[in-house]
C-alpha cells in the first residue's frame, strides 16, 4: 500500500485512514475541515490500498452492485497499519469513509490500540456485518457513526438496509457502554465525503484537543 503522511508528526494524535484512488482529491480539504478545530495538533497517515473491495473487506461477499463482489482482505490490511502504530506514546484513531468506515469498525473488533472509530457513511449494509457485530464486543472507547439522509431511499434491496444496520448498531454500542454519535447528514452516499469524514475525525478526537 501506498502511504501519505500529512500534518504535525510529532503531534500526540494520530489519525489512520484508508482511502482509494477517488479519495485522494478530497484529502486536503478533509485536513483542512479538521485544522479549523484542532489546528496543527494532528498527524495523518492515509494508507491508499490497491483493491478496494478486497482490501477492505473482512470476509468474502457476493456483489451488491456491478459484478464485482468482495474479498477477504482486511486483516492483511490491518496488519499493514498495526505496522505504524508501535509507538505507544501516541493516541490512535482510525477512521474512513464507506467501505473504509467498516473496515475500521470490523478492526476495533480485532484490537484496542485505537481510542476511537471515525464511521462516515460507514458501508453498514455489509452481509454478515450485522450478526458479527452482535456476536462480538468491540474494544474501543469511542465510536462516531454518520449517514446521508438519503442513503437508505435506495432502489438496491441490500443497500436499503443500511439506515435500519446504522440505528441497530448505535444502540448496540450505547447498551454496551460506548460512547457513541449517530449523526445525519443531507444527501445521498456521495455527497461531501471529505466533509463527513472530517467531522467524524473531529468528534473522536474531542476531549484530547479541546
Known amino acids: 500500500m501506498e502511504v501519505q503522511e500529512y500534518g504535525n508528526q510529532t503531534a500526540h ?3 489512520i485512514q484508508p482511502v482509494g484512488d477517488h479519495d485522494e482529491e478530497l484529502t486536503e480539504r478533509e485536513i483542512e475541515a479538521i485544522r479549523e478545530r484542532y489546528g496543527d495538533t494532528f498527524r495523518l497517515i492515509t494508507f491508499k490500498v490497491d ?3 478486497r482490501d477492505l473487506s473482512p470476509w468474502e461477499a457476493p456483489a451488491v452492485f456491478g459484478r464485482e463482489g468482495f474479498g477477504n482482505g482486511a486483516a492483511d490490511t490491518l496488519h499493514e497499519i498495526l505496522a505504524y502504530c508501535g509507538d505507544r506514546t501516541k493516541t490512535y484513531y482510525l477512521g474512513g469513509y464507506s467501505l473504509a468506515g467498516l ?3 470490523w478492526a476495533a473488533y480485532q484490537t484496542d490500540l485505537f481510542r476511537g472509530i471515525a464511521a462516515a457513511s ?3 449494509w455489509f452481509p454478515g456485518l450485522a450478526d458479527y457485530m452482535k456476536e462480538h464486543v468491540i474494544r474501543t472507547k469511542r465510536v462516531y457513526l ?3 439522509d438519503r442513503e437508505e431511499k435506495t432502489r438496491n434491496p ?4 443500511v439506515g435500519d444496520r446504522i440505528r441497530e448498531a448505535h444502540a448496540l454500542f450505547r447498551e454496551q457502554g460506548i460512547d457513541c454519535l449517530l449523526e445525519w447528514n443531507e444527501g ?3 455527497a461531501n465525503a471529505d466533509t463527513r469524514t472530517a467531522k467524524a475525525f473531529r468528534w473522536v478526537m474531542r476531549g484530547e484537543t479541546e
Open 146 to 148: 454518520s449517514l446521508g
Open 158 to 161: 441490500v443497500m436499503a438496509t
Open 188 to 190: 445521498n452516499h456521495f
Open 13 to 15: 494524535n494520530v489519525l
Open 103 to 105: 473496515f475500521s469498525l
Open 122 to 124: 460507514p458501508s453498514m
Open 51 to 53: 483493491d478496494w473491495n
